[in-house]
């Protein structure tokens, strides 16, 4: 069963685009695998607590992933 795992920033993402990473990695999957894989295919969109996670040893928020790179 093809599974695919989205790790993203809690509140990020409304429903509406959930659903968009669920169809569209479901869809790659049966572009790769045929269409047997529709029905199998597990998406899992995980919303992660604020300061849940960090690059290179550094804590991220939602509020630094949203400032824009000129601020």
């Known amino acids: 069963m093809p599974f695919a795992n989205f ?10 685009q959930k659903e968009e990473i669920v ?5 790659l999957y049966v ?3 045929g269409e047997r894989a529709r029905a199998n295919t597990m998406v899992l969109v995980e919303e992660v607590p604020d300061g849940g996670w ?3 040893g550094n804590v ?3 509020a630094m992933l ?3 790179p000129d601020a």
């Open 7 to 16: 790790k993203v920033p809690a509140g990020s993402l409304d429903e509406k």
């Open 23 to 27: 169809t569209r990695a479901t869809e």
């Open 31 to 33: 572009d790769i695998y």
């Open 54 to 56: 960090g690059i290179g």
């Open 60 to 62: 991220l928020t939602l």
């Open 66 to 68: 949203e400032q824009s």
